[in-house]
């Protein structure tokens, strides 16, 4: 068995602005910086493989959380918002015209206009993560995060999420050859 240690990146000034960011590459904010700085992994993870999402956001956590640069892993690489990125997700909310859903109502095949589905990370997810050889920590974004929980979990993107990504916290998938379960607990990264 593989254990699999999911960390959302650091916030952004996009993050703090409501705006989504998906593909768009948009780096860590000084007081994010300044936070991941005073962090580290927990104790239990500093031998395990360090793989980041491409984006610089997500490769600034792993450096600063881990203390060496991340391998690049591409598949991480978070979900394409096409013509929404770098839009307020509030607004688009607010006008029926826009095509724009809350999670609760995507299912795997919602689509945004130009993106990608969550069905896309999924097919692209799923085969990264089998061939994991060893313990590994992903820093990745939270779309990313998303479908790999919900094949952990069963969850459809119908309905709520049975589980709600905090940052500054790892989240555990043990992975045994095609199945993935999520562990009962959290990790939380501990102060230098």
Known sequence: MIRLALLRHGHTAWNREGRLQGRSDIPLDDDAR?????LSLPKGWHAADLVSSPLTRAVQTA???AGHAPRIEPSLIEMNWGTFEGQHGA???KDPASGFRHIEDWGWDYCPPGGEP???LRDRLIPWARDLERDTVAICHIGTMRVLLALATGWQFEGPAPFRIKRNRLFILHIDGDTLTLAPDVERLERR
């Open 34 to 38: 300044t936070e991941l700085g005073a």
């Open 63 to 65: 450096t600063l959380v």
């Open 91 to 93: 607004e688009l909310a």
């Open 118 to 120: 969550p069905s896309a």
